[in-house]
Every structure is written in structure tokens, then in C-alpha cells.
């Protein structure tokens, strides 16, 4: 759409909310065309808000990625609950996705939040590649009759359906006002944030059970070298000695992989040359300690 003088400039905060893996950060991705943030088959793969920016003819919608709703066990999940809400208190509209043939129950944690928003509320529901869409209508009508929202879109994000559509509504919901960032500016977060999720990311891809989410990656020097490699050291943490050993593996060839798939993911998205090192440390309970959270960004 070209913009004239009857068009007004849009620009706003949306927040994405919804269930752990319901496919927050894979929309978030196609819709800004870019990879800004991580994505595996695992829950809880997010765990701070992560901001992303579009930039239309005639708009400016900034993305909120956020945690998936849960109800938290331990000092880690109790802030990626506190990143949500935070989220949903900065945001001028509220976009909650849920997964197409997974129903909502009335009393689901992620609809009780719903009805704290005082924002416009919009509902995704992701995932319809995977259904035959006559199973989709009762799920669509039962979401109408929560009277919840101001439309219910189904999409499939990793096919790139209904992202139109559902664009053009959240386009429309958005404050007249000029744009909050540069017209080629991506996101607000260093390069090193997403540096250490490049790296957290292999790591949900390659292991099981525990270890991915007893596992965090703090970027320790990060040297831009013009003419030369940069110079990246990450430490990832684990909680116990037996961890640490499985991210290592024998001879270290577990953590050489992490390295090479890493190093390979940060270089396509610096578009630049890396050295990576990776040094594996245990703090015993990290998840619990408020010093370490805060230390690596959590709170």
C-alpha cells in the first residue's frame, strides 16, 4: 500500500503471548523476514522478551517475542513470567497465538491472562499446515465465543499462511504516530545477545531431558578485529559436573559441534568472519540464584 495524505502513518508495540512452543518466535521471524530469534521443537526455548521491528509503506510494528506462559517452578522461570507481563504492560496491542487442534479450556492460564489485557487483543491460531481444515472451524468458533478478541486469524507460520492477513489486522489496530526506529534498524538488542542465543540454540538442538534448560551461555569477550576474525568467548554454564561432561563429551568432541555449528550460525548472521571459543563451568544452581540471573540477563 502507497502511503498519501489520507493514509496516516501507523507505528506500535505488539506483544506476542501464547503457550510455550505454540510458534512465537518462528511467526516473529517470518514476519520481519530475518532470524532474530531461536527456535527448536523444545518448550521454554525463549526466555527474555526479544524485540524485532517492521517497517511497512505506512507502518512501523515492533515486535514483542516473549517467554511462554507457565506457571513457574524455579528464580529463572519466575522472571520469564515477569518478561511477559512486562511485555504486555509496554505493548498497544496484544497478539496471543495458540496451536491449531490444541482447544483452549475455559480456565487455560494463557485466556486468564488474556482478561487482565486492557489492550486490543488479536488470536493466531498457528500450526493449520498440520490439520485438515474442517477440524479447524469448532476450534475458531470456540475462540469467537470467548469474547476475547477483536479477530481470530488462523496462520501457519513456518509455511508463511494467512501472514497477510494477519498483518493488515494488526496494521489497522495500531496508533497514528511516527515510527520509534530507523527504517533499516532490525531490533534494539547488541549483536552479543544474540550471539550466546545463537549458540544457547544449538544446544536445545543437539541434547535431551534436562540439559538444554540447565543451560545458559554468557558472552565473556566479544572483540570486533576490521581486517580479521572477531574474537568471541562464551562461557556456558550448567548446574552439575555430569552435565558439564555431556556438553563436553568424549575427547570434547560434543562441545567441538556446538563450536563449529555455532561459529557457523553467528558468522551468517554478522556477515563476518568469527574466531568462537567455548569454556564449559558449573554454578550449582544457577536457575535459583538471583546474583547469576541477573549477571546473565535474566533480571
Same mark, same amino acid.
Given at each position: 500500500m502507497s502511503r498519501t495524505s489520507d493514509t496516516p +502513518?501507523?507505528?506500535?508495540?505488539?506483544a506476542l503471548a501464547g503457550r510455550p512452543n505454540v510458534g512465537k518466535s518462528t511467526l516473529m521471524n517470518a514476519l520481519i523476514a530475518e532470524k532474530l530469534a531461536i527456535v527448536s521443537p523444545k518448550p521454554q526455548t525463549t526466555r527474555r522478551r526479544v524485540l524485532g521491528i517492521l517497517n511497512g509503506t505506512d507502518y512501523q510494528v515492533i515486535l514483542l517475542d516473549t517467554p511462554g506462559w507457565l506457571t513457574p517452578k524455579y528464580l529463572l522461570q519466575k522472571a520469564m513470567t515477569q518478561a511477559v507481563e512486562a511485555a504486555l504492560a509496554d505493548a498497544d496491542l496484544v497478539l496471543?497465538?495458540?496451536? @491449531?487442534?490444541v482447544p483452549e479450556e475455559a480456565d487455560d492460564p494463557v485466556l486468564d491472562l488474556m482478561r487482565t489485557v486492557r489492550q486490543p487483543r488479536l488470536l493466531a491460531i498457528n500450526k493449520i499446515d498440520r490439520i485438515e481444515k474442517t477440524l479447524l472451524l469448532p476450534q475458531i468458533d470456540a475462540l469467537h465465543q @470467548? @469474547?476475547? +478478541?477483536? @479477530?481470530v486469524i488462523p496462520i501457519s507460520a513456518l509455511k508463511k499462511d494467512g501472514l497477510d492477513v494477519l498483518l493488515e489486522q494488526i496494521r489497522i489496530r495500531l496508533p497514528a504516530g511516527e515510527p520509534f526506529y530507523p527504517p533499516d534498524m532490525l531490533s534494539d538488542a547488541p549483536e552479543r545477545f544474540f550471539v550466546g542465543e545463537l549458540i544457547r540454540e544449538q544446544i536445545f538442538h543437539r541434547f535431551q531431558d534436562e540439559i538444554p534448560y540447565a543451560t545458559a551461555v554468557h558472552i565473556q569477550t566479544f572483540e570486533e578485529n576490521p581486517g580479521r576474525k572477531d574474537l568471541i568467548e562464551a562461557v556456558i554454564t550448567v548446574e552439575r559436573d555430569s552435565q558439564k561432561a555431556i556438553l563436553i563429551g568424549k575427547g570434547g568432541k560434543a562441545l567441538k559441534e556446538i563450536g563449529t555449528a555455532g561459529r557457523a550460525a553467528i558468522e551468517a548472521f554478522l556477515e563476518r568472519p568469527v574466531f568462537l571459543k567455548l569454556v564449559v563451568r558449573v554454578r550449582k544452581k544457577w536457575r535459583q540464584d538471583r546474583h547469576l540471573l541477573r549477571q546473565f540477563g535474566y533480571t
Open positions: +502513518f501507523r507505528s506500535g508495540y505488539v496471543m497465538i495458540t496451536e @491449531a487442534g @470467548a @469474547a476475547l +478478541f477483536e @479477530a
